[in-house]
């Protein structure tokens, strides 16, 4: 069967699997979970019967009840429509028995990172592919990456001296939203890709076809990657003694690797003053670094089956990723994203378009973070450099009357797409700049805290967005495009960026400190 107009109500697929809740309990099956281990049977004092379900959720989901599979009842967006329901049964409970892919613990440090970022004293840089892939799966393309990352919070946290949370788009984002549940070329008409956690790119009715052991593979795959990534964060490659190492070869003969180089440099003669002065870099917080993953809630049934309950705290986790996210598409107030989004305890993030109503805006907060929890929500502005100046101020104003307290960061990525005159999707480095820009002085003129930026960006020496000190114009494109969905920024061009962040937020500093000191 193809998409169904990319929306459909799940609960007719999944009600022969499960019976219909009509309380909170969670189903016995249910994997408990702490930061440290997992356990298959919950402990004696916790959730045995309906009765207590309720209080073991932990999280304030209001009056409404809850539990993992209450989003069947509502309309869910952006979903395939799977041929072989029997095939997709199989797969979802073979994903429950899998283990975690992340813990609890390490998403409660992350929240309590967001919350000193929503307060101006941490910065988050959140980055990686707009889609994940399983054909340019590798060791290398991960390595670049999260060395881009590490270079850039090197850079940001130089600038602004306060901590930097590194969040990487990594580790689980595949599935996309798309506009158009079906794309035509040559009079051809199939379902539209919508990313390899579903189906194929081919533009063949065979792999346009959404195939559920996708799910197991994108599970796998984001295990082994996650893998990867600890091992760099903790195994001495992510070393501040490493600083001057970081640079990507590609990079190093450029005006940003000269000015990485310069800057590095200076970290050096830092920390060979603090061990000169008898203070030891042996200390984890030298040798390692943090590093959380992140993607958009999106396939619904996938994040259902690796919620967990902690034992820990007795809270549900989505287990998938540290932080998730609603879409500009799927953050409807009655959607199914967010009855599940209100249920879970990680970190969460709205994306917000210059389409968003104030008013709705706060009525969302409320129904995710009922409680006003310190870095539960952050809010990811993108709407592109124009209606940034006119639309966030309300926002923010709106959202400060209401005394809830988020998160700001700016995607200036999503607001600033265009289409170059040979056909390939493209964003303008200097659009991206002006969006950013429009960002932190719309902060300046509110007197809230710009918290971070979204980037979707990568490691490889790609040629999607145009512009950059290297230009990159548009007869480049096709040389290097690599990107599964939307254009990313190559490492030089994140580096670049990183450069004029990390001086607004050193103005920022030098600013408050004087008002301070007055």
């Known amino acids: 069967m193809a998409l169904m107009n990319g929306s459909m109500n799940l609960s007719s697929i999944y009600n022969h699997r499960h019976s219909t809740f009509s309380s909170a309990a969670p189903r016995t099956t249910s994997l408990w979970i702490s930061a440290v281990q997992t356990d298959p049977k919950p402990p004696s004092s916790s959730v045995t019967t309906p009765a207590t379900a309720t209080k073991a959720v932990g999280v304030n989901v209001g009056k409404s009840k809850w539990s993992p599979e209450s989003w069947k009842a509502k309309t869910a967006l952006q979903q395939p429509e ?42 988050l840089l959140q980055g990686g592919d707009c889609a994940e892939s399983f054909k340019e799966f590798n060791a290398n393309n991960i390595r670049d990456t999260f060395r881009i990352l590490l270079q850039m919070g090197a850079v940001l946290m130089f600038g602004g001296q306060v901590p930097v949370v590194k969040v990487g788009r990594m580790a689980g984002q595949f599935a996309k939203p798309r506009s158009d549940s079906f794309e035509e070329r040559n009079g051809v008409k199939l379902p539209s890709y919508r990313g390899d956690n579903i189906n194929g790119d081919a533009f063949d009715s065979k792999s346009r076809i959404p195939d559920p052991q996708r799910m197991i593979r994108a599970y796998c795959q984001s295990a082994a990657t996650l893998n990867l990534l600890r091992a760099f964060a903790t195994g001495g490659y992510a070393a501040m003694q490493r600083v001057t190492q970081w640079n990507l070869d590609f990079t190093e003969k450029s005006e940003q690797g000269d000015r990485y180089r310069e800057l590095a440099n200076r970290v050096d003669e830092a920390l060979g003053f603090m061990h000169a002065a008898g203070l030891t870099l042996d200390h984890p917080i030298m040798q390692t670094t943090d590093f959380w993953t992140s993607h958009e809630c999106l396939l619904l049934p996938y994040e259902q089956s690796l919620t967990r309950l902690d034992s820990t705290s007795g809270l549900y986790y989505d287990c998938s990723a540290h932080m998730i996210w609603v879409g500009e598409r799927t953050r409807q107030l009655d959607g199914a994203h967010v009855e599940f989004l209100r249920g879970v305890a990680n970190p969460l993030g709205i994306k917000v378009s210059d389409k968003m109503d104030p008013k709705e805006l ?50 200036p990525m999503h607001g600033n797409t265009i289409k170059a005159p040979c056909g390939l999707k493209t964003r303008p480095f200097d659009s991206i700049l002006a969006e950013v820009r429009a960002f932190f002085d719309v902060h300046e003129q509110e007197g809230s805290h710009p918290g971070g930026v979204h980037l979707e960006m990568t490691g490889q020496n790609v040629t999607e967005c145009i512009g950059g000190s290297r230009t990159v114009t548009f007869d480049d494109l096709g040389s290097r495009y690599h990107t599964h969905c939307d254009p990313r920024l190559n490492a030089s061009q994140s580096l670049e960026l990183s450069f004029i962040i990390a001086e607004r937020l050193r103005k920022r500093r030098i600013k408050s400190q004087q008002a301070f000191s007055i």
């Not at 009922?370 to 104003?397: C, S």
């Open 82 to 123: 799977y041929p072989d329901l029997a095939e997709l049964e199989a797969v979802l409970e073979t994903i429950e028995a899998f283990p975690p892919i992340v813990f609890a613990g390490e998403a409660r440090l992350l929240e309590e990172r967001l919350g000193q970022a929503a307060m101006g004293e941490a910065f």
């Open 362 to 411: 706060v009525k969302l907060i409320e129904i995710l973070n009922a409680d006003n929890k310190p870095g539960r929500i952050t809010i990811i502005t993108r709407m592109g450099a124009e209606n940034m100046r006119v639309k966030l101020p309300h926002l923010i104003r709106a959202v400060r009357r209401a005394g809830q307290i988020v998160t700001w960061v700016s995607d």
